[in-house]
């Protein structure tokens, strides 16, 4: 059975500077954030305002300015920052014969998965999924799950490696409203049970004004933040999404 590490709210992440120019074009700069282990920070902002940009910064995916530090308040000691991404979606072939299982391995692993079943693996793998009540599609075709049950299987994948930052790049898009309370409530759990921070793209607001800790308008730069009362009630917030019917 996996351990339980609580957050400590000890270790912190830090955003320093961060700027991106693409082709000329600037997509980010100036941008700041210091976020701790056990809380929810949410990225909001209009299309096009360079959110999943600055994932792609984090994870080192693009070229970037500034800096992005892990910290631990209690000693200062800086620490490899270990980073989980569940991507916004994934595209696999229909007929695609890879099992949940296969595609967990292979990342885990450094033997062909198709040569043959590690069992130990196998019963890691599953116990991972067992945080998400995902257990049973272990044997499953990736090509043949829905997309509840592949958020599922990508958030049990993300936090396999027990990282200090879970990125989430608007992984319930196409998710119904019950699926949509299923997924926070899920990560209510990894910020209860895991000593990690989570960063979450998101466009619905509702949801984010119910579980975020912390949340972040973004538009090239950041506009505001602090707590979800605190952005919606901002002027930059109004300004936003003034010609968007928001339901909050």
């Known amino acids: 059975m996996r351990k339980i590490i609580k957050p400590c709210g000890l270790h912190c992440i830090k955003v320093k500077d961060l700027g991106v120019v693409i082709g000329g074009q600037v997509i ?66 229909k007929h695609t014969p890879v099992s949940v299982y296969d595609m967990i391995a292979s990342y885990q692993s450094n033997c062909p998965v198709f040569v043959r079943k590690n069992r130990r693996l196998y019963e890691q793998i599953r116990e991972s999924l067992c945080v998400f009540e995902a257990e049973t599609l272990i044997d499953k075709q990736v090509c043949n799950l829905s997309g509840g049950e592949l958020q599922r299987v990508l958030l049990s994948m993300a936090v396999m490696d027990e990282p200090n930052l879970l990125l989430l790049d608007e992984p319930v898009s196409g998710i119904d409203q019950n699926g949509m309370e299923l997924f926070y409530k899920r990560i209510e759990y990894l910020k209860e049970h895991f000593d990690l921070a989570v960063i979450l793209i998101s466009h619905d607001l509702g949801y984010v004004k119910k579980y975020a800790d912390h949340v972040v308008l973004l538009d090239e730069r950041i506009l505001a933040q602090g707590s979800a009362g605190e952005v919606y009630s901002s002027e930059a917030f109004r300004k936003t999404f003034a010609e968007t019917e928001v339901q909050i």
């Open 28 to 93: 980010l700069k100036d941008i700041n954030l210091h976020i701790h282990c056990g809380t929810l920070t949410a990225i909001i902002g209009k299309n096009g305002a360079g959110k999943s940009t600055l994932i792609k910064a984090m994870l080192n995916d693009i070229s970037h300015t500034g800096e992005i530090e892990f910290k631990d308040r209690e000693n200062g000691h800086m620490q490899k920052l270990r980073i989980g991404y569940v991507p916004q979606n994934l595209n696999i072939e």
